[in-house]
């Protein structure tokens, strides 16, 4: 059961486009977000009704319906298959290779640290792959052993995840030498395309997870979790709720990733600042 809260209603709604494909009204945009709230724990900011309309008015045109109120009707109906690709569309897939790599040479520290022992690592939010991929190579070239957990509430998403084809001009951070041990690069008709190796798809394995929803799997133990810019679309309530669980599920001493922008864990009993957006558990005798 994902937290319930009121969605206020927006001071300032942003013109409506005479132009309009479907018609769409302030009542469809406040609706979007208490729905979007509902599913997925994200607050929408009120100056977003333009952005809602340009994502979503491809799936009013798929659902062959007149109108976005037609359309929220069909996602709120019981055993909808629309309310998952609602969710899709209205979901920032912003991400990339080695995006803020202090946090992997980190992550190759911690497992260094650990040796001995197989380091299991969760990428709560991964979108397309990029940041499990990235955690996979860093830990393969420092030579530990890793077990990958990669979630995403877009399924679209994790579907391009688990192909694991990116562009090579996507890649740039990745560095040639990377790329040559750990991609194929595509010929022909794929080129200008590289898949990730099979021994490092290995590394990772994918599930759709909502981080707010109440059947995270139980006795789940993680010795790095990346968590990164996903909070900045939650309400306090929320990033407090999530930080809490997150804790239950973080080993003693085990470290948390936020993106550049979130500090929400600053202040938790649960954490301590460890390096720069990044935020070690505290030990269970210390917190």
Not at 53 to 79: H, I, K
Not at 161 to 184: I, K, N, P
Not at 214 to 238: H, L, Q, S, T
Request: charged letters at 30%; aromatic letters at 10%.
């Amino acid at each position: 059961m994902l937290i319930e809260a009121a969605v206020r209603e927006p001071t300032y709604m942003p013109a409506i486009e005479p132009q309009r494909e479907f018609p769409y009204s302030h009542a469809d945009f406040v609706r979007v977000r208490k729905m979007i709230l509902a599913y997925a724990g994200i607050s929408l900011h009120e100056h977003k009704g333009n952005m809602v309309y340009n994502r979503l008015a491809r799936r009013v045109r798929a659902a062959g319906v007149p109108s976005f109120r037609d359309y929220l009707d069909e996602v709120e109906r019981p055993g909808s298959v629309e309310r998952e690709r609602f969710v899709n569309a209205l979901t920032t897939n912003l991400t990339g290779f080695f995006r803020e790599p202090h946090h992997f040479d980190r992550l190759a520290r911690l497992g260094g640290e650990r040796s001995g022992r197989t380091l299991r690592v969760w990428s709560s939010a991964c979108s397309t792959g990029e940041e499990a991929y990235s955690a996979a190579i860093a830990l393969r070239d420092a030579g530990v052993a890793a077990e990958i957990l990669a979630t995403d509430l877009d399924s679209d998403a994790l579907s391009k995840a688990q192909r694991a084809v990116y562009r090579v001009d996507a890649l740039g951070r990745v560095g040639a030498e990377r790329m040559r041990r750990h991609f194929l690069r595509g010929t022909n008709e794929n080129d200008g395309y590289a898949m990730v190796r099979p021994e490092l798809r290995a590394m990772v394995k994918f599930a759709v997870r909502n981080l707010l929803a109440d059947d995270w799997p139980p006795n789940e133990k993680f010795d790095a979790i990346f968590c990164r810019n996903v909070m900045i679309y939650f309400d306090r309530g929320n990033q407090l709720r999530l930080l809490d669980r997150l804790a239950k599920v973080l080993s003693p001493d085990g470290i948390l990733f936020l993106g550049h922008s979130e500090n929400c864990a600053a202040g938790h009993p649960a954490y301590v600042s460890c390096g720069k957006t990044s935020y070690e558990r505290r030990h269970v005798n210390r917190a």
